[in-house]
């Protein structure tokens, strides 16, 4: 299976000005070279093969009937490739020359379309050459073939019914209603420009801007080819500037100057996912002709690479940033909720571990943009019989530094009296042994803020709602959850970040909590060691996020997460990333019960499980197609 992705190439040809045999034979090159990297579809710049800066020779007949004859060729040389072939030419209908492209298949030409936007100012001047295309599409012959010349053409893949194609030519992606935007709402996902537009200072990245916008808000891909080395610079240069993005996203773009051909797989499939959610408006539809071609699916290796951390930025600036908005955007959420309620204290459960950590480190912001004293908060750590003198320490450490109150509260003897009143056997260490010391901890926590007027915040993240890693009416119920749509592997780069830019005492607590497994802390300490260390049980949260990311926020089917978490994660073998994502799979469906009556808590990224808003699932959903869809992986 290739799960929808479609490999594309854009490719820039070295063009000789009018010299089209030769353009031929460069396109057909690139052409050659696309396709035996798998790609599907290739798009080549405006006029190539002409080249773009022919000025007044576009009116020899000489030239027009030298590019209709290439054109042929080019054809003719494309009946064994299996590819999708947009080219750009010069063409003379009814005393009228249009810029057009060209789409080309196995043999034949499938459409011809003209070009809308004409560039006429500056160096442009393309009205001087060119004419306006029709309104409607209308049936020419061409090569003893009727072909369809017009704009408002889509082109469909017989087999694959997401992978739809349609053109605009260069300036067209500069106008105020650009035709990509028409397209996109009559079902185009892929959106190919070819592209012959001069490089000056400033205009890469406005390129960048418009092409990763356009297919934003088209949600769709956009495949740009730009014109490069060959064209006349007797006014301008050009860069060959190439561009591949989906949905707001540049995958791939290639250095200017270089006349490179740029390879990036896209995803038509979530392409399509992403339109069930957005494009739910009754939109005009427009004339379109559709018209199907077959090429085969690529085999080819997928390229596509993606990030191991999808909720982590990469680069080390990004991060902070990013840092610094999370954190602002939590403390905003956590402000508003104490003024509303005008409660006198801010009351958390203090473990030691990574989430209390953000949760008190976000109160503290709050407690500052309110301009109240940080002893407004009320933190409390709860030893049992699982907590070791490691973590104890930090929670005192912590709340020292950041000048909180603390309250230390053993609730190893309540808890024992409850399991005694229930009857619990002594001494075995199951579901109840472990639950009863959360629900112990959360009614401290709420009987506390009743006596000092304040309201319980959440510390549990965004992967533990994922997975139901939350005992129900214990730590699964708060008055505000400050981390409820915060992912693990962001809860720990936010607490990096906090340290790194902190000093002392801070600094050395938090570097200790970062180097804290992971653990809830249920099971009696072994030689005061931890003995219960979450990723053993439940599995590696690098891989529970990547696989919440792309199962939530990309729509991916479990055999497609497999097969890119497979690429992805070399340091796990096949049989480790499988076990694990049939846990999350099982664990995501059968703990939804737990989601359903989440208490509130702001939203941060794509990512949210709140019943309100985000994710919505019924509770009692069966999760056997999806299980079964892993089971058949071989």
Sequence with gaps: MNFGYVKCASATPNVKVADVNE?????????????NNGAELIVFPELCITGATISDLVFSNVLLENALNGLKEIVKF???????????LPYCYNGQIYNV???????????????????????GKEKRYFSTPLEENITINLFGEEVIFGTNIIFQHKNNKNLKVAVELGEDLFSVIPPSKIHAINGVTVIVNLNACGEKVGDIKTRNNLVSATSFSGVCAYVLASAGDGESSTDVVFSGHNIIAENGKILKESKPFENEITFADIDVDFINYERTKVFNQNYAKENYEIIEFETLNSNAKLQRNYEKTPFVPTESQELCNRAELILQMQAKGLKKRIEHTNCKTVVLGLSGGLDSTLALLVAVNAIKMLNRPTTDILAVTMPCFGTTSRTLQNSIKLASALKVNLKKIDISKSVTRHLKDIKHKEGTLDVTFENAQARERTQVLMDLANMYNGMVVGTGDLSELALGWATYNGDHMSMYGVNSSIPKTLVRHLVTHYAINSKGKLKAVLLDILDTPVSPELLPAENDNIAQKTE???GPYILHDFYLYH???????PAKIYEIALKTFTEFNKETILKWLKTFVRRFFNQQFKRTCLPDGVKIGSVGLSPRGDFNMPTDAVSKLWLEELENIK
Excluded: H, M, Q, W
């Design 78 to 88: 494309s009946k064994e490739i299996e590819s999708l072939i947009f080219v750009g």
């Design 23 to 35: 353009n031929v034979k460069e396109i057909e090159k690139c052409i050659l070279t696309a396709t």
């Design 551 to 557: 199962f939530v926020r990309s729509g991916f089917s």
């Design 101 to 123: 492209s060209a789409c080309v298949c196995k043999g034949k030409v499938l459409g011809l379309i003209p070009k809308t936007n004409l560039k006429n100012y500056a160096e």
């Design 536 to 538: 053993d049980i439940v």
